[in-house]
């Protein structure tokens, strides 16, 4: 599945969509949808990386506006 088919398929689901996908926020468009994608900018897609900024995923998934992409890094 392609990214813009994964997002719109998301979109009528979801309102937030998590994803490692570093680059999805440069290959896909948001416009006109409803969905937030929070981008979780780690090195490995490894549970251990995803923990250690669990607190700043929840924030980003709580704040989640529609139509924007929010990438979380390590403090």
Same mark, same amino acid.
């Given at each position: 599945?392609?990214n $813009?088919?994964l997002?719109r398929?998301? *979109?009528? %689901? +979801?309102?937030?969509? =998590?994803?490692?996908d #570093?680059?999805m926020e440069?290959?896909?468009?948001?416009k006109? =949808?409803d969905?937030?994608? @929070? @981008?979780?900018d @780690?090195?490995? *897609?490894?549970?251990? %990386?995803l923990?250690?900024?669990r607190e700043?995923?929840?924030?980003?998934i709580? *704040?989640?506006g &529609? $139509?924007? +992409?929010?990438r979380v890094? #390590? &403090?």
């Amino acid at each position: 599945m392609a990214n $813009g088919e994964l997002v719109r398929a998301a *979109n009528a %689901e +979801f309102d937030v969509l =998590l994803t490692t996908d #570093k680059n999805m926020e440069y290959q896909t468009s948001l416009k006109g =949808l409803d969905l937030c994608v @929070v @981008v979780a900018d @780690v090195q490995r *897609n490894d549970i251990h %990386e995803l923990r250690a900024i669990r607190e700043e995923l929840r924030q980003a998934i709580d *704040n989640a506006g &529609p $139509g924007k +992409f929010v990438r979380v890094t #390590k &403090p």
